[in-house]
């Protein structure tokens, strides 16, 4: 159960107060030569004075003092709010004298030594108090900064995803439905097992929007849609082979992910190809890591925009949701661009 920090204050309170006066009043019973009613008066006393001074210094601190920050005003009420309670509690102290007459029969005068020893006591003691509560207070204030600033990182990273899983909803579904429309005046059929296909992709970028993974084998559904409908545009300039680990395909993966390696080979490089090209898409696994890798024809295109934006999007996710234990590489060789992802299994 959670204690509120009232509660665990006036526990704390009691204990800080209680516990200590109570051993030096034990201490005082043992001694005959004092009345052990005076003692239990002075006990209370000395730990009523202690709480209702500490209670007021504490009041006198939540007003004036912005625990999130310490600067020299903050310092300057501390001083002035310990040096009255050390001086309202010395005087509170001296009420233990009257008592101490009242039950002894040959009372004593006020030595100078009884009157610095009682105030430095109260200095010490408040002086101890203050440390301890602005140690539990800095400590709390601390950790509650720490659970807001993840709260908000974590806001802040949901938000950037959403953000980024938006800009890699399929881009082409106005082509493909404009595709699909040409093709329903030659083959009505396979039009309408595209329209199939566009409808999963359009579900599977709404549902699978809002969470971080998925498995292996539901982007590869996803990407077997898209290379389906861009077949209507590109024919036979599109040949697309695939060789993936079938013990893999309960891995999750970032949903889209492979998908956008595809778009990316089709449009940057089957696209700019009169006789277009091949497209081959690998996912294995070594030292416990994941090897997702696409090569398609054609050449790499650094200055181009399009290009950029997929690219850091890629790594911008990778990095929100695996830090630096994942990877992404894209390159050239002989004609044909190989991007590469290793994630952690």
């Not at 709480?51 to 310092?75: C, D």
């Not at 102290?93 to 020893?117: E, G, H, Q, W, Y």
């Not at 509560?133 to 950790?143: E, F, P």
């Not at 309960?250 to 080979?265: G, R, T, W």
């Amino acid at each position: 159960m959670k204690i509120s920090n009232t509660i665990l204050f006036w526990i704390l309170q009691c204990m800080g107060w209680g516990i200590p006066v109570l051993i030096n009043a034990s201490a005082k019973y043992s001694n005959v030569k004092l009345n052990n009613t005076y003692v239990t008066l002075e006990t209370l006393l000395l730990i009523l004075s202690g709480i209702i001074v500490s209670t007021a210094l504490r009041v006198y601190l939540k007003r004036n003092i912005s625990f999130n920050k310490f600067n020299t005003k903050e310092w300057k009420h501390i001083s002035i709010g310990y040096i009255v309670a050390s001086i309202l509690f010395s005087a509170l102290m001296f009420f233990a004298v009257p008592l101490n007459n009242a039950f002894n029969d040959a009372p004593k005068p006020i030595s100078t030594i009884a009157v610095i020893s009682s105030i430095v006591n109260a200095f010490v003691f408040i002086f101890f108090w203050l440390v301890l509560y602005l140690s539990i207070k800095l400590t709390r204030q601390y950790r509650n900064n720490q659970i807001k600033n993840l709260q908000l990182e974590a806001a802040l990273k949901d938000s950037e995803l959403n953000t980024l899983k938006g800009q890699i909803n399929p881009h082409f579904m106005f082509n493909s439905l404009n595709n699909i429309r040409g093709l329903m005046l030659e083959d009505v059929e396979k039009s309408r097992d595209m329209i199939t296909r566009l409808s999963e992709m359009l579900r599977y970028s709404l549902t699978k929007n809002k969470v971080d993974t998925i498995a292996l084998k539901e982007e590869l559904d996803m990407v077997g849609n898209y290379i389906e409908l861009s077949k209507i545009q590109f024919e036979d300039r599109l040949q697309f082979s695939s060789q993936i680990d079938d013990n893999l395909l309960a891995v999750d993966i970032p949903p889209m992910i492979i998908q956008m390696l595809i778009e990316n080979a089709i449009k940057h490089g089957i696209s700019n190809l009169r006789e277009g090209g091949n497209i081959h898409l690998s996912v294995s696994e070594a030292q416990k890591q994941l090897y997702i890798e696409v090569n398609n024809s054609g050449t790499l295109v650094e200055n181009s925009a399009s290009t950029h934006v997929g690219l850091q999007n890629i790594k911008k996710r990778l990095a929100l949701l695996y830090k630096n234990k994942a990877s992404f590489n894209l390159k050239a060789e002989n004609n044909t661009v190989i991007a590469t992802i290793k994630l952690p299994l």
